[in-house]
């Protein structure tokens, strides 16, 4: 059984900063692409910031964060991240990780979410 286990949520005030991480654990497993999704109240879920797993680690923003957040990834550790610097209210959100999952067993790729974690911005 493969979980994905988020932390570095919080309380934060407008300007402030949080550093998210997901790690993936279980056996028997590799990862591809690796990201952050975010859902406030009354409004879809929406993807926040992805990265790849190959050398070139390619990446992906939503617009409304571009120049304020930044993911990344170590693969030693089957663990992304997601620094929010110069965060806003409109940020505030509950934020899911979301993993490409290769079940070595199975042979079989499949699409796996962490719980979430909660990210409140205010003064």
């Known amino acids: 059984q493969v979980q994905l286990v988020e932390s570095g949520g919080g309380l934060v005030q407008p300007g402030g900063s949080l550093r998210l991480s997901c790690t993936v654990s279980?056996?028997?497993?590799?990862?591809?692409?690796m990201g952050w999704y975010r859902q406030a109240p009354g409004k879809q879920r929406e993807v926040v910031a992805w990265?790849?797993?190959?050398?070139?680690?390619?990446?992906y923003y939503i617009d409304s964060v571009k120049g304020r957040f930044a993911v990344s990834r170590d693969n030693a550790k089957d663990t992304v991240y997601l620094q929010m610097n110069s965060l806003k209210p409109e940020d505030t959100a509950v934020y899911y990780c979301?993993?490409?999952?290769?079940?070595?067993?199975?042979?079989?790729?499949?699409?796996?979410w962490g719980q979430g974690t909660q990210v409140t911005v205010s003064s």
């Open positions: 979301n993993a490409d999952i290769f079940n070595r067993d199975r042979s079989a790729w499949y699409n796996s």
């Open positions: 279980g056996s028997s497993f590799a990862t591809d692409s």
């Open positions: 990265t790849t797993h190959g050398p070139n680690r390619n990446t």
